[in-house]
T-cell receptor, first 111, second 114 residues
Framework: DAKTTQPTSMDCAEGRAANLPCNHS???????VYWYRQIHSQGPQYIIH???NNETNEMASLIITEDRKSSTLILPHATLRDTAVYYC????????????FGTGTRLLVSP | ETGVTQTPRHLVMGMTNKKSLKCEQH?????MYWYKQSAKKPLELMFV???????ENNSVPSRFSPECPNSSHLFLHLHTLQPEDSALYLC?????????????FGEGSRLTVL
């Protein structure tokens, strides 16, 4: 699986959009970009994933650059409950899947 | 509620004890995973089971012994652990093939080894 690079930490004001970047310059054509988050002392939670088109669900939007070498997770209106570690993971979807987690981005949403 | 339940949520054990962690999923998945999360370290994949068969052992010491009697249940048997084994142990499940590739995690079992 391709390696990803994320900033160690980010801050965001409550109610503002949180834009979390991820670099995955070695991504292969069959690899998807997945985002998970982990709120303190809980299990990771799936947020969204995509291949090359932008994706949106009730939690967030995922913007993938045309060359697929980077992506941005957007939380449109961050709340205090969005404070968590956000993980960007790249992997192929074939057969059963193991996730390899990096260190992620620690997002702190403040009032 | 993710559909993956782990028990106990907290466990304190001595180095000579034998205990087990249990994971149960109600999602109809066929793949199950154990991850370990030590303080200030990334999650580490320990074991993977696919249709009850172990398909990955990520160089885990033998004092950790997994068991997967069926696709809905996964155990992690613990014996003669060391204090450095204190961590949050997370169970996850997913569809074995196809689907979105999404993993569903339990809340974890926090283990303290004295």
């Amino acid at each position: 699986d391709a390696k990803t690079t994320q900033p160690t930490s980010m801050d965001c004001a409550e109610g503002r959009a949180a834009n979390l970047p991820c670099n995955h310059s070695t991504i292969s054509g069959n690899e998807y970009v997945y985002w998970y988050r982990q709120i303190h002392s809980q299990g990771p939670q799936y947020i969204i994933h995509g291949l090359k088109n932008n994706e949106t669900n009730e939690m967030a939007s995922l913007i993938i650059t045309e060359d697929r070498k980077s992506s941005t997770l957007i939380l449109p209106h961050a709340t205090l409950r969005d404070t968590a570690v956000y993980y960007c993971i790249v992997r192929a979807v074939a057969g059963f899947q193991k996730l390899v987690f990096g260190t992620g981005t620690r997002l702190l949403v403040s009032p | 509620e993710t559909g993956v339940t782990q028990t106990p949520r907290h466990l304190v054990m001595g180095m000579t004890n034998k205990k087990s962690l249990k994971c149960e999923q109600h999602l109809g998945h066929n793949a199950m995973y154990w991850y370990k999360q030590s303080a200030k370290k990334p999650l580490e994949l320990m074991f993977v089971y696919n249709f009850k068969e172990q398909t990955e052992n990520n160089s885990v010491p033998s004092r950790f012994s997994p068991e997967c009697p069926n696709s809905s249940h996964l155990f992690l048997h613990l014996h003669t652990l060391q204090p450095e084994d204190s961590a949050l142990y997370l169970c996850a499940s997913s569809q074995a093939a196809g689907g979105t590739g999404e993993l569903f995690f339990g809340e974890g079992s926090r283990l303290t080894v004295l």
